[in-house]
């Protein structure tokens, strides 16, 4: 057997978070005079909750003090968690679960490497905390993606070289941490958007069981010339 080793993203990738995101970066901009808007919330995929806040304030050229900036974070995450507190395995995006099926049944080590520090929480909701070998999210890690750290951490977490890992991943910065890590990066969602990654599906219902048992015997260069 060749035993690789499988990092997901969490947020866009193993459920769609964005939208609750979305609600509770809306409720805080406008609270504060500030407008926002689906697309500004795409720019803040795979964006810690800081830079997240950060961004909005400088979009609306609003200076905070540090205590209303640290409320103001606080505010949104206890509005997001009024959401996530409602979901169930019925969130879990299309194809997911063939995907992890394939690779629990193959006895693949499988890590979370994401920037949130709600990961282990959401992982509880929808019922998958028991799969993952380990959690390496926004409470482990000092330096946010398009660094390499996560993944560096989630590969070493489940005892595997970097060049042996795959990584899952939604956003810009994180197919370039995963680039950066000497990673197969897959990319899920837009073709244009995630052009660096080395191979993109739209979602994990394209992804097959050939393409699975592909990639465990591919290397990153392999699987870019194909
Ligand atoms: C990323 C999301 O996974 O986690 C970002 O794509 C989010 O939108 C970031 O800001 C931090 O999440 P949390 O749950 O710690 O606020
Ligand atoms: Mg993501």
């Known amino acids: 057997m060749n035993r690789k080793g499988f990092i997901f993203d969490l947020d866009g990738v193993i459920v769609d978070t964005a939208k609750y995101h979305f609600l509770a970066w809306k409720k805080l901009a406008n609270s504060i005079g500030i407008d926002f808007t689906e697309h500004q919330n795409e720019q803040l995929k795979g ?3 800081i830079e997240s806040l950060k961004k909005i304030l400088n979009w609306g050229n609003v200076t905070l003090s540090e205590t209303d900036f ?3 974070m606080a505010e949104k995450n206890e509005n997001y968690l009024s959401y996530i507190a409602k979901m169930d395995d019925s969130e879990i995006l299309p194809g997911v679960m063939k995907t992890l099926e394939f690779l629990i049944k193959d006895k693949q080590p499988i ?4 920037a949130s520090k709600n990961s282990i929480e959401i992982l509880n909701k929808v019922h998958l905390f028991k799969h993952f070998d380990a959690i390496i999210d926004g409470n482990s890690v000092t330096k946010a993606k ?5 993944f560096l951490k989630a590969a070493a977490a489940i005892n595997c070289s970097p060049e042996t890992c795959i990584v899952f991943e939604d956003s810009v910065a994180g197919i370039q941490a995963a680039n950066k890590a000497n990673m197969i990066s897959i990319g899920i969602g837009n073709q244009t958007i995630l052009n660096e990654a080395d191979i993109i599906f739209k979602d994990f219902t394209e992804i097959s069981t050939d393409f699975l ?4 015997s591919v290397t990153k260069s392999e699987l870019k010339k194909k």
């Open 47 to 49: 964006v810690s909750r």
């Open 70 to 72: 640290n409320r103001l």
């Open 111 to 114: 890590a979370l490497g994401s």
């Open 146 to 150: 398009p660094d390499p750290e996560v």
């Open 213 to 216: 048992q592909n990639l465990l």
